[in-house]
T-cell receptor
Framework: EPEVTQTPSHQVTQMGQEVILRCVPI?????FYWYRQILGQKVEFLVS????????KSEIFDDQFSVERPDGSNFTLKIRSTKLEDSAMYFC???????????FGPGTRLLVL | RKEVEQDPGPFNVPEGATVAFNCTYS??????FFWYRQDCRKEPKLLMS???SGNEDGRFTAQLNRASQYISLLIRDSKLSDSATYLC????????????FGKGTKLSVKP
């Protein structure tokens, strides 16, 4: 069964450093998403991406965040200058569109020190 | 007011018990509803979509009441493997599918 994959599974970084989280969505999916989950809190939407551009973003997704689909398979989330409060689990998801089921990757656990 | 609210639990039940989770949503424009399951430190996985007419999948029954803005999940004959956090999820009408999650209800099924 096809699945969404994410790398790395864990990342530790120093405050102020840039991080890039990588995702490989399911190959025939058209919509891609990033969510985050701070420990003990709910899953929060960050951004959705379709046709090589952002289609929707939340208030959390400020200028420190960017997304890119650098090739036909990868979908990345970049945090330019990490803050302590960026420590969270980051989930990538993909689907065929709109109300269709979103399939989540296993997540990248980011720890900012 | 939170967009999607759930009783956080935990619900501690014996194997074989029937357990019900409730969820309310604040935005009447919410379009689609789902129950996801999340195991500890894992990704959310879709359990079932929720339809106005109610729907059943094996031991799981989901119901939606749009007038009351209320969603429920019933688990019958609970198994040890049902132990997880159950997430109530909504989407907004007109959104590109961004999911709005509740904080989740933790279920622990004991032998």
């Amino acid at each position: 069964e096809p699945e969404v994959t994410q790398t790395p599974s864990h990342q530790v970084t120093q405050m102020g450093q840039e991080v890039i989280l990588r995702c490989v969505p399911i190959s025939n999916h058209l919509y891609f998403y990033w969510y985050r989950q701070i420990l003990g809190q709910k899953v929060e939407f960050l951004v959705s991406f379709y046709n090589n551009e952002i289609s929707e973003k939340s208030e959390i997704f400020d200028d420190q965040f960017s997304v890119e689909r650098p090739d036909g398979s990868n979908f990345t989330l970049k945090i330019r200058s990490t803050k302590l409060e960026d420590s969270a689990m980051y989930f990538c998801a993909s689907n065929l569109g709109g109300p269709e089921t979103q399939y989540f990757g296993p997540g990248t656990r980011l720890l900012v020190l | 007011r939170k967009e999607v609210e759930q009783d956080p639990g935990p619900f501690n039940v014996p194997e074989g018990a029937t357990v019900a989770f409730n969820c309310t949503y604040s935005n009447s424009a919410s379009q689609s509803f789902f129950w996801y399951r999340q195991d500890c430190r894992k990704e959310p996985k879709l359990l079932m979509s929720v339809y106005s007419s109610g729907n059943e999948d094996g031991r799981f029954t989901a119901q939606l009441n749009r007038a009351s803005q209320y969603i429920s999940l019933l688990i019958r004959d609970s198994k040890l493997s049902d132990s997880a956090t159950y997430l109530c999820v909504a989407t907004k009408f007109g959104s590109q599918g961004n999911l709005i999650f509740g904080k989740g209800t933790k279920l622990s099924v004991k032998p």
